[in-house]
């Protein structure tokens, strides 16, 4: 019978919870200020994590720079919180979900906005 809530999955919600509250209060580089780590896949073998992200500026190349420069750092980080035997690698990919919500939401808008001053002639 397979498991409904695999090994894997609670360690990546522990690395997200983790790594929020260490760009929060620990890294000190101003381009990683506004980041909010959306969500976290880890590798079977727990070598390697995708960390998902998205800003309040959009994609930002140096938001991506600042991330990749701290991962040493939050990695370590982890190691010491988590006691995993292998801390994974941490990769870093801009999450636009929140953007494509955004602009769908605004198109919605439009549509009902639209539709009632139709009904109105």
Do not use: C, W
């Amino acid at each position: 019978m397979p498991k409904d809530y695999a090994r894997t999955d609670r360690i990546a919600e522990q690395i997200q919870r983790e790594l929020a509250e260490l760009v929060r209060l620990e890294v000190k580089d101003p381009r990683v200020r506004m980041v909010t780590v959306t969500g976290v896949e880890v590798a079977r073998d727990y070598s390697h994590a995708k960390v998902f992200y998205t800003t309040l500026d959009g994609a930002n190349n140096a938001v991506q720079q600042g991330l990749e420069r701290a991962s040493g750092f939050l990695r370590s980080q982890l190691a010491h919180v988590m006691k995993l035997r292998i801390t994974p690698q941490l990769h870093f990919v801009y999450d636009p979900s929140i953007e494509r919500g955004a602009h769908l939401s605004q198109l919605i808008d439009e549509a009902v906005a639209s539709d009632r001053t139709n009904l109105k002639d």
